[in-house]
T-cell receptor, first 109, second 113 residues
Framework: KQEVTQIPAALSVPEGENLVLNCSFT??????LQWFRQDPGKGLTSLLL?????REQTSGRLNASLDKSSGRSTLYIAASQPGDSATYLC????????FGAGTILRVKS | EAQVTQNPRYLITVTGKKLTVTCSQN?????MSWYRQDPGLGLRQIYY???????DKGDVPEGYKVSRKEKRNFPLILESPSPNQTSLYFC????????????FGAGTRLSVL
């Protein structure tokens, strides 16, 4: 059974800092990996999708990498801003997604 | 505007009183799914539907029912709610096959007393 773990559970950084969120999964036979952002009282917003054949995806200040062999993904956020404060969720699979518990990020101004 | 709409957003009910949470999408997506989110556990899939009249169990289906009579709608039914079903529920949809990106509703916070 696939299990997804996210470290750290919570992170607080000053504005402008570069940061890395980690995601690990137990079964490397995945179709893709997605990073989501969740704001309080709102649904999930898909940030980046990495297909199983890809190594990384970039969108603006966000870069996500995927290493299937080691069962790991990282989400790199450059020059963090207070507006980046949210919960970040990692999910693996395809149509059926298995989620990690999330990392709560707070960027202080 | 492309969206997934859930209703109600908040619901407080009592044990045993049947309830339905509605979900509707306007993107002509074939695939729809329900998740529940609990602290420290992340999101867990309850049921999913690959198309009209095609539904299947996810990881935590006990105590829930779904139906998919129309492509756009995927209601979640709790026939006899219990306190352990107190949770935050999300509906999601996507195109099957080539586009696995899922679009999520805003969530329904359910409290069962």
């Amino acid at each position: 059974k696939q299990e997804v773990t996210q470290i750290p559970a919570a992170l607080s950084v000053p504005e402008g800092e570069n940061l890395v969120l980690n995601c690990s999964f137990t079964d490397s036979a995945i179709y893709n990996l997605q990073w989501f952002r969740q704001d309080p009282g709102k649904g999930l917003t898909s940030l980046l999708l990495i297909q199983s054949s890809q190594r990384e995806q970039t969108s603006g200040r966000l870069n996500a990498s995927l290493d299937k062999s080691s069962g790991r993904s990282t989400l790199y956020i450059a020059a963090s801003q207070p507006g980046d404060s949210a919960t970040y969720l990692c999910a693996v699979g395809g149509n059926k997604l298995v989620f990690g518990a999330g990392t709560i990020l707070r960027v202080k101004s | 505007e492309a969206q997934v709409t859930q209703n109600p957003r908040y619901l407080i009910t009592v044990t045993g009183k049947k309830l339905t949470v509605t979900c509707s999408q306007n993107m002509n997506h074939e695939y729809m799914s329900w998740y529940r989110q609990d602290p420290g556990l992340g999101l867990r899939q309850i049921y999913y539907s690959m198309n009209v009249e095609v539904t299947d169990k996810g990881d935590v289906p006990e105590g829930y029912k779904v139906s998919r009579k129309e492509k756009r709608n995927f209601p979640l039914i709790l026939e006899s709610p219990s306190p352990n079903q107190t949770s935050l529920y999300f509906c999601a949809s996507s195109f099957s096959g080539g586009s696995p990106v899922q679009y999520f509703g805003a969530g329904t916070r359910l409290s069962v007393l």
